[in-house]
């Protein structure tokens, strides 16, 4: 049933993210154009200098547009289908409420990996082709991967603790998206319990969640922060690694900690204390 539940949710929300990506992709053309005239020669017309730089303000707006829709498209499908009228049927499907919510999880991830990717590659892109950089002659500049190792090493870092860092760090942004969601969904769903005044709530609610979350964090934390603040004044980088290490793990601990609260209290919102009245 999970299956045919994520198989609906791409279909509704691709109808939104695929125009909006497609409309992202046409304008980072007019951009790359617009910038290549603006340097150019022929630049001297007033108004044909004025479209470009319009073309470029909208290319801008878009990709930050590009953020709040996939945001919108997140907390929308969670309010519209679980709890407004929609809900009443959603809630009778052969389904758990841990398939709903999954359902909805799952699906804003991939829209927010694919967002952010997207928007990486076209910026990316789009400053390599401005700068005339060659990208074979760009590779040939770097250095190769035996002279990587070799540099890191000589600071006691090896291949297998890059490896557990991009690992651990992939971790992180997937953990932290999951729970910038469920951030979300629980606030709404907590404050659906109530009869009256639930976008009120629900606000309140996200706000009272920010504020202890963040605050039971940073008092966790702390201690990480100043020693790694430590070793940045004195200049010991093995050191700075060290804890930027543990940084990252506590962080990574975090974010799995905060999502598993989060989740339980959506979860448990939406089956014991939910109000579609």
């Known amino acids: 049933m999970l299956g045919k539940l994520l198989k609906q949710e791409f279909r509704a929300t691709g109808r939104i993210m695929l125009p909006v990506f497609g409309a992202l ?17 022929m630049s001297d017309s007033a108004v044909l200098r004025i479209l470009a730089v319009i073309v470029l303000i909208f290319f801008g707006f878009a990709v930050f547009g590009a953020m ?28 758990s409420v841990h398939g709903l919510v999954w359902s909805k999880l799952l699906v804003s991830l991939v829209w927010f990996i694919a967002t952010g990717l997207l928007i990486l590659a076209i910026v990316s892109l789009t400053a390599l082709i401005q ?21 890191l090493s000589a600071h006691g870092i090896h291949s297998g603790d ?30 659906h319990m109530f009869s009256k005044d639930k976008i009120l709530l629900s606000i309140v609610f996200f706000v009272a969640l920010s504020f202890v979350l963040s605050l039971a964090t940073n008092l966790l934390g702390f201690r990480l922060h100043d020693l790694a603040a430590l070793t940045v004044e004195k200049g010991e980088l093995e050191m700075l690694i060290f804890y930027e290490r543990r940084l990252l793990r506590f962080s990574l ?25």
């Open 131 to 151: 700068s005339g950089t060659n990208l074979s002659e760009l590779f040939a500049q770097l250095p190769s991967w035996a002279e990587i190792k070799a540099l």
């Open 162 to 191: 890059i490896t557990i860092f991009f690992t651990e760090l992939i971790a992180l942004i997937l953990l932290g998206s999951i729970a910038g969601c469920l951030h979300f969904y629980a606030a709404m769903a907590m404050g």
């Open 25 to 41: 992709l046409i304008l980072s053309v007019f951009a790359n154009f617009s910038i290549r005239f603006l340097d150019s020669s």
């Open 253 to 277: 601990g975090a974010a799995l900690l905060q999502g598993a609260l989060l989740y339980f209290a959506t979860t448990l919102s939406l089956r014991r204390g939910l109000n579609l009245s």
């Open 68 to 95: 709040i829709v996939t945001l919108w498209l997140m907390v929308s499908r969670f309010y519209r289908n679980l709890l407004k009228d929609e809900g009443y049927l959603m809630h009778t499907l052969p389904v």
